[in-house]
DNA sequence: TTAATAAAATACCGAACGTTACATAAATGT
DNA sequence: ACATTTATGTAACGTTCGGTATTTTATTAA
């Protein structure tokens, strides 16, 4: 069983980097990108401004590695969901497990690439435009995954799967927003069983 | 027909202040609370820092005072959908009104009360907490107007009225932030078709 | 003509912002 | 032992932040 650590020269790191990427990313997470100052980042993680920047770069850069680990873990449901066997069962495992996530005590409430800069300042355009190009690839992989359901003759021939993905994507994204405001898991779970009422099937 | 404007002493007012409070809820409206500088705001009004303290006071106060602005004006549509006769116009007036309002050319797209105090630091959660205070009155005018459609036979006796309200609340919420990330008004029309599909009604 | 009033313009306040120079400490390679 | 390498802590950088003290200007009342 090889050693994974090759002994590095000069003085060690004190900290571990993934575990302060993480409480980088419960900071955005919580205050967005803009409301995420440095120095509260650097209190969280304890250590100093040098260190940080040092470690990962200013702070888009410090972001957009947090927003890695983001999609790499919290947001894996989604390729999950996509797996589905049916158009239905991708729609309500979607929908369910924003529930669940969006409800999770174990980390801020609501979406980070929802809400972490979608209103900002002209300096953090950039930042904005990413987090937009982030939720509309999500909606395009859920809307490839209808056709294919289309094909599959599982989903009517006239469902349209645009539509339907961003009908899910948008109330997806308005329940990040009901959490935030205080919404329980019960309340969003009601409003994912009425949404999926209407959902088309082909018998 | 009497004259309103009785002489004041003192030199003039160079600025009208509503026109101000307008040009002021149009930065706040793109940038969120936060995201709007002082310096931005002084800058589209075309006068000087001390005057706009002057006349509507800090950063918060301006903002609230835009705020006012913006309930009484643009977003008067929503006493129109409770207006409605049935519980289904109701939320179709509401749905459709929110898409034309959201994608009008006139003004920044989306919603100033959903997204202009998402994410914040920690020096504006008195705002944050307003906003999110208006959202939810927002959502209980409808979820009155359902209670009373189930009294009147409009809407069947099993149909949650809040349930009802919290969905289209947060289809709304989802909308504003689908059509800052560039969806149309014909995709937004879209989802309010489907939306509307599996709406109870009582015959 | 002068006093009183109120807004304008200039110029500044301390604090916080993101970011970095610089000297020091702790490890390894020779 | 000593040079090299890399992270650390301190302390500062220039800029922007929200907010204001002070002086000047424009108007009305007396």
């Known amino acids: 069983m090889l050693e994974k650590v090759k002994k590095l020269r000069g003085r060690p790191r004190v900290f571990d980097m993934g575990e302060a990427l993480d409480k980088a990313l419960e900071i955005f997470w919580k205050r967005g990108f803009e409301g995420a100052s440095i120095a509260e980042l650097t209190e969280a993680l304890g250590i100093n401004k040098p260190s940080l920047y040092a470690a990962f770069g200013n702070k888009e850069e410090i972001f957009k590695?947090?927003?890695?680990?983001?999609?790499?873990?919290?947001?894996?449901?989604?390729?999950?969901?996509?797996?589905?066997?049916?158009?239905?069962?991708?729609?309500?495992?979607?929908?369910?497990?924003?529930?669940?996530?969006?409800?999770?005590?174990?980390?801020?409430?609501?979406?980070?690439?929802?809400q972490a800069a979608l209103s900002?300042?002209?300096?953090?355009?950039?930042?904005?435009?990413?987090?937009?190009?982030y939720?509309?690839?999500?909606?395009?992989?859920?809307?490839?995954?209808?056709?294919?359901?289309?094909?599959?003759?599982?989903?009517?021939t006239d469902a349209n799967a645009e539509t339907l993905a961003k009908f899910l994507s948008t109330l997806h994204q308005g329940m990040s927003v009901?959490?935030?405001?205080?919404?329980?898991n019960g309340e969003l779970m009601e409003i994912v069983e009425f949404a999926l009422k209407s959902w088309p099937r082909t018998n």
Chains 1, 2 share one sequence.
Do not use: M, W
Request: contains cysteine; negative net charge; glycine residues 4%.
């Open 65 to 114: 590695k947090a927003l890695s680990r983001y999609v790499a873990g919290p947001v894996a449901f989604i390729q999950e969901a996509v797996n589905q066997p049916t158009a239905y069962e991708v729609a309500q495992s979607f929908l369910t497990k924003a529930v669940e996530f969006f409800t999770d005590t174990n980390h801020p409430k609501g979406c980070l690439i929802v």
């Open 178 to 184: 009901q959490v935030t405001s205080g919404a329980s």
């Open 135 to 156: 939720r509309y690839s999500y909606e395009q992989q859920l809307a490839k995954r209808f056709e294919k359901a289309k094909e599959e003759g599982d989903l009517p």
């Open 120 to 133: 900002v300042s002209a300096d953090s355009l950039l930042v904005q435009d990413l987090l937009t190009k």
